[in-house]
């Protein structure tokens, strides 16, 4: 995945985008929504390269193998070893 400057590997969205999501005209639901929807697509865009496959050709059951095989190893290696610090 390519990360933006000030980006860090697990931190899905920059400050640049944070501050041109603050002043969108939108209301807070909506802000909201547009900070997860950009954090999904580098989480997608994540999922297709471990796969190698277009974001577009992931299917339900990769997303959810993948989220289940990174929650294995934060629950068997510790939080530091997945890729989503949660």
Partial sequence: MDIAPHQSPTQFLTL???????????????????????????????????????????TTQQIIAWFEKDAKIRREQGIEAAYLKW
């Fill in 16 to 58: 640049e985008e944070s501050a041109k999501v603050d002043a969108a005209l939108l209301s807070s639901p909506e802000k909201f929504l547009t900070r997860l929807t950009i954090s999904s697509l580098r989480i997608l865009q994540h999922i297709a390269q471990d796969y190698g496959v277009a974001v577009e050709d992931l």
